[in-house]
């Protein structure tokens, strides 16, 4: 969904372009009209933290500023 938002809502081209307000409050307010389920803002977080953490660890794309906004 994360991907699916960058992509839709907003002009990033690349992953340095992504804020830690597109992160934390952009992201979780339109999740939260566009996703009709039951993830908390403690889910929402982890999920992203967890899809950061892939791309830093297994495709060597970091983005420091987002991890640790994340935290």
Do not use: P
Not at 37 to 63: C, I, P, Y
């Amino acid at each position: 969904m994360f991907i699916h938002f960058i992509c839709g809502y907003t002009d990033v081209e690349q992953l340095e372009d992504i804020t830690k307000g597109m992160v934390n409050s952009h992201f979780r307010s339109w999740y939260k009209r566009k996703v009709m389920d039951s993830a908390t803002e403690s889910d929402l977080r982890v999920a992203l933290r967890k899809f950061f953490q892939f791309l830093a660890n297994e495709k060597g794309m970091t983005h420091q500023k987002v991890l640790d906004a994340l935290k």
